[in-house]
């Protein structure tokens, strides 16, 4: 029987051995993705992987400063925790939704806890979709994408 080693089981190629699936976005455009979390950590982890991708990235720390930021920039994406001091997620998520300004912003909530009615209420409250924490990378950038980009086709 012949001996394999463990590296010869897992190919890195592709099809088409490129691995992202999407073209990176042109640099004639910046998108700005608004990113709300209590925790400095997360910020800071997602602000690394954000702008290591290409995305222009604004943080907050609470909701209040969430929503003055949305009305004042214009986000193109906002990724905002449930569970933070003052105004929490759920009610940030409310107000921007509620404001003609900040309506049509995209809302991926992120929370550690993935219950099933904690993501009905958050889509009852306009949020577009929810990412479980740990985040793990490519789910980010899946739902990113399917944000940002919602009429193209993965093939």
């Known amino acids: 029987m012949?001996?394999?080693?463990?590296?010869?089981?897992?190919?890195?190629?592709?099809?088409?051995?490129?691995?992202?699936?999407?073209?990176?976005?042109?640099?004639?455009?910046?998108?700005?993705?608004?990113?709300?979390?209590d925790s400095r950590t997360v910020v800071h982890g997602l602000r690394g992987v954000l702008e290591q991708d290409g995305y222009y990235v604004m943080e907050a720390y609470d909701g209040?400063?969430?929503?003055?930021?949305?009305?004042?920039?214009?986000?193109?994406?906002?990724?905002?925790?449930v569970i933070m001091p003052g105004l929490n997620?759920?009610?940030?998520?409310?107000?921007?939704?509620?404001?003609?300004?900040?309506?049509?912003?995209?809302?991926?909530?992120?929370?550690?806890?993935?219950?099933?009615?904690?993501?009905?209420?958050?889509?009852?409250?306009g949020a577009n979709d929810f990412l479980g924490k740990p985040i793990i990378r490519g789910d980010l950038f899946t739902k990113v994408e399917s944000q940002l980009y919602p009429r193209q086709v993965v093939a």
């Open 64 to 81: 209040m400063t969430a929503i003055e930021l949305a009305k004042a920039h214009q986000p193109d994406l906002i990724l905002m925790d």
């Open 89 to 125: 997620g759920f009610q940030a998520t409310r107000k921007i939704r509620k404001d003609s300004a900040t309506h049509s912003i995209p809302i991926i909530i992120i929370s550690a806890t993935e219950q099933p009615s904690e993501q009905f209420w958050l889509t009852k409250l």
């Open 2 to 37: 012949e001996r394999k080693s463990f590296r010869s089981l897992f190919s890195r190629r592709t099809v088409n051995n490129e691995r992202r699936v999407k073209q990176r976005m042109p640099k004639d455009r910046v998108i700005k993705v608004l990113v709300v979390d």
